[in-house]
């Protein structure tokens, strides 16, 4: 699977939106990209994935370069309990089964 | 329904002792995997667990092995415990046909190795 590159904090003002980076230039032509995050002492969560469309559900907008080589999370209207550490991941579709490849994520705090 | 449940949360061992963690699926769910999560780091991929048997395995060693049941659970034992073992150990489940990416992890246990 492709190498990720994530900024390792972020701060955001509450209410403000949250937009995380991420870098995968080598990804491949099969491979999505996928966002979980994991609040302190909790398991990781999954928020969303796509593959060159722009993707968006009641958590997050996913957008991907056209280029596919970077990625941004959008948390439209961040809160406190979006304080977490996300992480961007690429996974290779069929192959890959539940092995996901963590990087150390972007700690993002929301402040009020 | 109930989520991704695992047994114990927190446990203390010994260097040299053997560990069994549980770990429950969502309902509906046969696929299970186990991920190691040392502190300040991404969770690390262990092995993955579908019809009773390790599909998957990441870069662990021998130590490290697991078992499916019938009704899809599964557990994570370790032996010969060492101090670099010490870390949370997450469980996640998915359902095999769909495979979407989309994992479910549970809460954790917490392992402390002395």
């Known amino acids: 699977d492709a190498k990720t590159t994530q900024p390792p904090s972020m701060d955001c003002a509450e209410g403000r939106a949250a937009n995380l980076p991420c870098n995968h230039s080598t990804i491949s032509g099969n491979e999505y990209v996928y966002w979980y995050r994991q609040i302190h002492s909790q398991g990781p969560q999954y928020i969303i994935h796509?593959?060159?469309n722009n993707e968006t559900n009641e958590m997050a907008s996913l957008i991907i370069t056209e280029d596919r080589k970077s990625s941004t999370l959008i948390l439209p209207h961040a809160t406190l309990r979006d304080t977490a550490v996300y992480y961007c991941i690429v996974r290779a579709m069929g192959t890959s089964g539940s092995r996901l490849t963590f990087g150390e994520g972007t700690q993002l705090t929301v402040n009020p | 329904d109930a989520g991704v449940t695992q047994s114990p949360t927190h446990l203390i061992k010994t260097r040299g002792q053997q560990v069994t963690l549980r770990c429950s699926p969502k309902?509906?769910?046969?696929?299970v995997s186990w991920y190691q999560q040392a502190l300040g780091q991404g969770p690390q991929f262990i092995f993955q667990y579908y019809e009773e048997e390790e599909r998957q395995r990441g870069n662990f060693p021998d130590r490290f092995s697991g078992h499916q049941f019938p009704n899809y659970s599964s557990e994570l034992n370790v032996n010969a415990l060492l101090l670099g073992d010490s870390a949370l150990y997450l469980c996640?489940?998915?359902?095999?046909?769909?495979?979407?990416?989309?994992?479910?992890f549970g809460e954790g246990s917490r392992l402390t190795v002395l």
């Open positions: 796509g593959l060159k």
């Open positions: 996640a489940s998915s359902l095999q046909m769909t495979n979407t990416g989309e994992l479910f």
């Open positions: 309902s509906g769910h046969d696929t």
